[in-house]
């Protein structure tokens, strides 16, 4: 039976659930994931080991299916329970790198790719391919979602041109191939570009024209946020307390 509302509900904390970080090389990003408490980094280019981090190391699809069902061991054995608040891969390149076998297996499934015997999907006529790659890229990302309370995925930056009536300007966007990129990141709850300034590092959601970042959540929304600064001896100390609210 359905009731019917009397007086308005409390607002909840909305931590996003899939949080893209993009920056350029150097800005910090592996700093502030490996500094954020509770939280699983999978490495997949080894760029941790200068930092003191939760660090499991994949370099393969198998990789992946073997850390995803040892997270759902701990969870079976603790009652349901995440064994990490968060869950972070580390990049969005290799990522998409890492699931063009996965892609294959996905196509061969089909009635049309049962019998391909190719080694890149991307060569596919017409680009059809990629559909298979996007395919596996949202089967991973969906996987460690369902395994913790807030999935983050660390990417590059790339420059690219666009076209607006007739103007040529350029868009910074998240290192992936064609749509991809797009559509992970209409899926993502807010999307975060790092960079420093002087000793600052800052996680920037301001969004408009030509930009992919934003944020549905409050907190966030149209906010740049200082998260960690360093002092005159180079020691950082960060502070994520401003993007993952207590709950």
Known sequence: MIVLPKEKSTPKVNNPSLLILFGRPKAGKSTLMANLEDNLIIDLENGYQALSALVVQARSINDFAEIANAIKEEMNNNGGKYPYKRITIDNAT????????????????????????????RTLPNGSGYMYLRQAVRKVIDMFKSLCESLILVAHVKEKMINKEGEELSEMSIDLTGKLGDILCGEADAIGYV?????????????????????????????????ATSDENNKVTVDMSKIFLPE
Do not use: W
Request: glycine share 8%.
């Open 94 to 121: 290799r990522l998409e790198e890492m699931c063009l076998s996965y892609a294959i297996t996905l196509y061969r499934q089909t009635p049309m790719g049962k019998a391909y015997q190719g080694t890149d999907i």
């Open 195 to 227: 960079y420093r300034k002087k000793n600052e590092t800052i996680i920037s959601f301001e969004g408009g024209e030509n930009t992919i970042r934003e944020a549905r959540a409050d907190h966030l929304r149209g906010k740049k946020i200082i998260v």
